[in-house]
Nanobody, 123 residues
Framework: QVQLVESGGGLVQAGGSLRLSCAASGSILSINAMGWYRQAPGNQRELVAAISSDGRTDYADSVKGRFTISRDNGKNTVYLQMNSLKPEDTAVYYC?????????????????WGQGTPVSVSS
């Protein structure tokens, strides 16, 4: 089984910083794109940032210049450095990864999600 485990969420004041981590584990053959999504109460889940296997990045307009996504392929881990946090960044943040892994003796590729880590920014 493949698992994504997130860490790093918490409570921070506006203007502060947090760093989220998401580590993938299991019988992994390769990881393609990885990304971070967030969902605030009453809102749909939205893409925050994504990074391809070769390091190309993409950001939501609302976080450009404040958030940085990166990955360590040797550790199967993706990070989200969040600076200049605003109250509107408050949400549960989810890690997503497209992973090719051995499942039931076969190589299978699909998207996986982490359990979510809450981020709360006070004004």
């Amino acid at each position: 089984q493949v698992q994504l485990v997130e860490s790093g969420g918490g409570l921070v004041q506006a203007g502060g910083s947090l760093r989220l981590s998401c580590a993938a584990s299991g019988s992994i053959l390769s990881i393609n794109a990885m990304g971070w999504y967030r969902q605030a109460p009453g809102n749909q889940r939205e893409l925050v940032a994504a990074i391809s296997s070769d390091g190309r990045t993409d950001y939501a307009d609302s976080v450009k210049g404040r958030f940085t996504i990166s990955r360590d392929n040797g550790k199967n881990t993706v990070y989200l450095q969040m600076n200049s946090l605003k109250p509107e960044d408050t949400a549960v943040y989810y890690c997503n990864a497209n992973i090719r892994a051995v499942i039931d003796y076969f190589a299978r590729q699909r998207d996986y999600w982490g359990q979510g880590t809450p981020v709360s920014v006070s004004s």
